[in-house]
Structures are given as C-alpha cells and as structure tokens.
C-alpha cells in the first residue's frame, strides 16, 4: 500500500510555471507506474502524464504535452510534475495516483490504485 501527498500547487499568471510534487509513503514507490490527472469544476477528471516504474517511459495528454515534464525521483519516493507556459485552461485540481498493474493503462484512472488528496492549480488570464 501506498499513501500520497501533493503539494505545489497556487495561483499563477498565464505563461507561468508551477512545480508539483508528490510524495510517496512506503518502500515500494519504484514498484508503481506513477501518474498525474486533473479535474476542472464542471468536468470529468482527465490524464495528464504517467511514467513508468523507472522513469525511462513517460506519456502526456496532447494538451499539456511540450509544456509539462514528468519526473520521479525513486530514491526520495517523489513524483514531480514540472508545468510551463501554463494556460487557463490548465486551472484544475491535480491529482497523483500510482498504478500497480499494467503500464499499456497508464491513461485510465481506473487502472490505478492510490490516489492523493489533490492540489489546486489556478491559472489566472
């Protein structure tokens, strides 16, 4: 089992950057493909980023994809996402969510397991 914690979320002019973080509870955080998911009010929660058990496979949503970076530290049981050239649009609540079982899932937030608490993202225009 594992518990997660975002963190770094806030209120960010357009064309700003945020950094998220997630952190990891338990030993076996590298056992995990990692992944970030949003929710905006009024619309269904959607996949952002996912990468894999060590990191050497990641995967965006086209909306965000040269904009976001997806990284995991497995030594410090972090997951970050790095956010540019923020939109709008990109106002949600972010998610991190670990999936312990197949990778070729890594979009549908029904495949994983753990979910955090969230962290609001606030892009003002």
């Known amino acids: 089992q594992v518990q997660l914690v975002e963190s770094g979320g806030g209120l960010v002019q357009a064309g700003g950057s945020l950094r998220l973080s997630c952190a990891a509870s338990?030993?076996?955080?590298?056992?995990?493909?990692m992944g970030w998911f949003r929710q905006a009010p009024g619309k269904e929660r959607e996949f952002v980023s996912a990468i894999n058990w060590s990191g050497s496979t990641t995967n965006y949503a086209d909306s965000v994809k040269s904009r976001f970076t997806i990284s995991r530290d497995n030594a410090k049981n972090t997951l970050s996402l790095q956010m540019n050239s923020l939109k709008p649009e990109d106002t949600a609540i972010y998610y991190c969510?670990?999936?312990?079982?197949?990778?070729?899932?890594?979009?549908?937030?029904?495949?994983?397991?753990?979910w955090g608490q969230g962290t609001q993202v606030t892009v003002s225009s």
């Open positions: 338990g030993r076996t955080f590298s056992r995990y493909i």
């Open positions: 969510a670990a999936n312990a079982n197949y990778y070729s899932g890594y979009s549908r937030g029904i495949n994983y397991d753990y």
